[in-house]
T-cell receptor
Framework: EVQLVESGGGLIRPGGSLRLSCVAS????????MSWVRQSPGKGLEWVAT????????YYVDHAKGRFTISRDNARNSLYLQMNSLRVEDTAIYYC?????????????????WGRGSLISVSS | EVVLRQSPGTLSLSPGERATLSCRAS???????VAWFQQKPGQAPRLLIS???NRATGIPDRFGGSGSGTDFTLTISRVEAEDFAVYFC?????????FGQGTKLDFK
């Protein structure tokens, strides 16, 4: 059974930093692209970042470029999202998602399994 | 950016009725890279349909997807009690990958 378990969320002040983790099990982690997707009441579901199997390709939504970094450790079956310069509008539940990539050039990623999410609240 | 608009916002039906949910894109989506997800309160989204019409593993055949270009549809042939939830469409054709705002299927 595919399982994805996120951790690392919490309450953080604007301008602060936080690192989310996601531990995967039930599949061969190193064979899959992985992604982060977030959900907030105001903006709904929003793709944040995607990383290739060997971490040589990384893609971000525009507002995350320069602030967020997606990474992975295949030996630990783990995905990470380092978030810096956090803003109030980054408040959301962050989901880790296993990703099937159909694109031969730029990714065309299908998010086929999702974790239960980790809540990040950015507030002064 | 591809904007996805879902309609209706809320669909009120009784068990056994047919549900038709619409997703319209602001520009054509190549290769029909459209997915549908179901989300229940407090849970993560669950993949139902990929490639506009392919049911995901374990999804009952009462769920069906169709469409191409800019217009896509999720159909539930006979709604069951467990189907009352929020449904999202999503395009995974071009960056940024975007989601619709959701259609809530609730009990009439």
């Amino acid at each position: 059974e595919v399982q994805l378990v996120e951790s690392g969320g919490g309450l953080i002040r604007p301008g602060g930093s936080l690192r989310l983790s996601c531990v995967a099990s039930g599949f061969t982690f190193s064979n899959y692209w992985m992604s982060w997707v977030r959900q907030s009441p105001g903006k709904g579901l929003e793709w944040v970042a995607t990383i290739s199997q060997r971490a040589n390709e990384k893609y971000y939504v525009d507002h995350a470029k320069g602030r967020f970094t997606i990474s992975r450790d295949n030996a630990r079956n783990s995905l990470y999202l380092q978030m810096n310069s956090l803003r109030v509008e980054d408040t959301a539940i962050y989901y880790c998602a296993r990703t099937e990539n159909f694109g031969p050039y730029l990714p065309q990623p299908l998010f086929d399994y999702w974790g239960r999410g980790s809540l990040i609240s950015v507030s002064s | 950016e591809v904007v996805l608009r879902q309609s209706p916002g809320t669909l009120s039906l009784s068990p056994g009725e047919r549900a038709t949910l619409s997703c319209r894109a602001s520009q054509s989506i190549s290769s029909n890279f459209v997915a549908w997800f179901q989300q229940k309160p407090g849970q993560a989204p669950r993949l139902l349909i990929s490639g506009a019409s392919n049911r995901a593993t374990g999804i009952p055949d009462r769920f069906g997807g169709s469409g191409s270009g800019t217009d896509f549809t999720l159909t539930i042939s006979r709604v069951e009690a467990e189907d009352f939830a929020v449904y999202f469409c999503q395009q995974y054709d071009s960056i940024p990958y975007t989601f619709g705002q959701g259609t809530k299927l609730d009990f009439k």
